[in-house]
Each structure stands twice: as C-alpha cells, then as structure tokens.
C-alpha cells in the first residue's frame, strides 16, 4: 500500500459512505486520481466491495525504543582529544523505531509503542514518525523527563568509531501502560521488540503476548544482550551480531563452526529463528528444523552510515514474514535493505521501499 493508498484508506475507514469527490477534496487531488487509487485498493484487496467494505489489515506492533540521533562523520582519520572537521546531521531513531519507519517505507501497516519526554526532541520524533506512515497514537509521554538521544561519531569511511546513548525514559514504561494497548497489541500480526526496554517488560511481553503472537527481538548491544539470556527460549526470531550472539549463547566463536554450534544452543532453548549479522560477510541464518543458510551481496566500497543497516534488516526480515517469502528471498530482501540504509547520509533513508531493495539485489547478488 502506497502513501496515498494509505490516506485515502484512514479516510473510508473513518467515513464509509463518503464519496471520491468529497475524498479528492481532502487530499487535494483530482477525483480521478482518487478512483485510480481506490482502484488499486480494490485489486489489493484492501476494499472488498460496494459502500467501500474494508478488509482489516495484517498489522505490526513496534515496542520498544525513539529517540533523536546525532550523527557526526569525520573528513579525515580521527585524532582522539582533539576537534576533527566533519559532517553532522541529526534524525528521529531508536532500534525499533527505525524498524517500523522502514516497515512503513516498505508499506506494511505498524504501530508504534514507545516512550517519550516532553521536550523538543519529542516533537521532531513525533512529527517524522507521522510522514513517515507510523501509527505513533498508542505511545506514552512522561512528563518532565528528556526523550531518548543518541549520538555517534563514524569514521571517514562511514563506520562507527564511538557511540553513545540515554535511553533512560524508555525505563518508564511497565507492564501496567502495556495493559492499556493490550488490544493493539494482541491484534498484530507480529511484534517487534528491542531489548533496550526493561527486563520485566521484555519478560512480561514474551508471557502474555508471546504464546500467541510471534515475537522478533534485536539485541541492540552486548550490554543489553544479557537481558536476553534466560527469555531467549521464547522469542520467534532474534537478531544478533556476532558478539551479541557470543553473549546470550555463552560460546566464543572464532569459526564457522562455532557459529552453529552458537545459533544451536540459542535454539535448543526454544527460539525458532535466528538472522546472525556478519557485516561485509552477509547473515547466517538457522532455524529450529535444523535449515542452515549463509548468504551476502556484493559488499559496498563506500557506506554513508552504517547506524541503521540492522534495523533495515530487520525490518525487511519482519515484511518478508508478513507477505510469505520464502527463506532465501528473505535474505537476500533483507541484506539489500541493509545496502540501501548504509548507503544514506542518515539513519533511514527515505527513498526505502520493495522497488529500491529489487533493484539493489539485480546490482549486488552474488
């Protein structure tokens, strides 16, 4: 669903009966391009017939951190304590976040749930969620307390060189303001989940609502990572780097061999899928039924930001669940949305979407 298939859908939903002239006027459009798009909805499936009947989508729910990011790339090599000449720009982020604004891009319906300050940050975030396409109505505002802020410093060559993050106001949220969406929680599709949020909640997340909707998690950093540890048994798909995968398994890899024998003791426990990041040597990826998988595009020679090449994967990963690929087309959707993301000056970037990903794997497959 296109963004203005997206707004004209909210409009029939609210008003059944309103006619394409009255839709055109809202939206500023000619009433035939309101029945091109309509058109449209009807071939998707999205309007099943006359009075505009519509069809309940499949929908994503995103808990978990949005914050503000910071991003500043040196011209030149780094000189610790000292001032280095680059470039900066800032963006709204947060792991899942940036996992439901790339849903968004790709056009899946997601829901966000997350907490915020009541300062100016909040504002940017709430504001470039909303033209992004996120639902962001569900989220909690704790009054006199800063929202999430992240800052990196990356390398000439894009990487990250130090990174920093206060994400203290996402330890607001509890089980007890989860009970309020409980409804829009439990009527998702799937749930994605970033293990910045409290251990209690992460828990409490995977009992109530995980036995019947599956849950994706990323680790976001070895610190958070042991979170992870004694709940791993119940998460559908994790999404650790190397490191992180080291932390909540307990074996050192070193090998190709310690990879899976890693990825086995994590779905010995329970979890039924597993997407390890390897950077410039692509994803393994192995699952409870014992399928093994390593795959990886051609590597770029210049990355812009490497900050949110994870969360693109994720999110690719979290969409290709949603329209039933099959396990390589998912890695391979999902690496080059990794591709597009670094390939942008700022966190997300905004040309996201299946056609940018298709032409990218037609450019980068091995």
Known sequence: ??????????IIRAMPMIEQSDIAQKLTITRSSVAVHIANLQKKGYILGRGYLLKEQDYIVGIGAANVDIHGKSKKNINLRDSN???????????????SENLARLGAPVKLITALGDDIYAEQIRSECTAAGIDFSHSMVVEKHPSSTYISILDENGDMFVAMSDMTVLQQMNMDFLKTKSGIISGAKYITCDAGLPEEVLEGILDVYGTQTPVFIDPVSCTYAEKLKPIVGKVDTLKPNRMETEVISGVEIHSETDLERAADV??????????????????????????????????????????????????AVLYSRLVDFEINKTLDFALAAGVGAVSYKSTINPNMSVN???????????
């Open 85 to 99: 000449p680059g470039n900066m720009n800032s963006s709204a982020g947060g792991v899942t976040r940036n996992v």
């Open 1 to 10: 669903m296109t963004q203005r298939e997206r707004e004209i859908f909210e």
């Open 356 to 366: 940018l990903i298709e032409k990218i794997l037609e450019e980068r497959r091995l």
């Open 266 to 315: 994590l779905l010995e426990k329970g979890l039924k899928h597993i997407y390890i990041s390897l950077g410039s040597e692509g994803c393994f990826y192995m699952n409870r039924d014992g399928m093994k998988i390593k795959r990886a595009l051609k590597p770029l020679k210049q990355m812009e930001n490497a900050t949110g090449g994870g969360d693109a994967f994720m999110a």
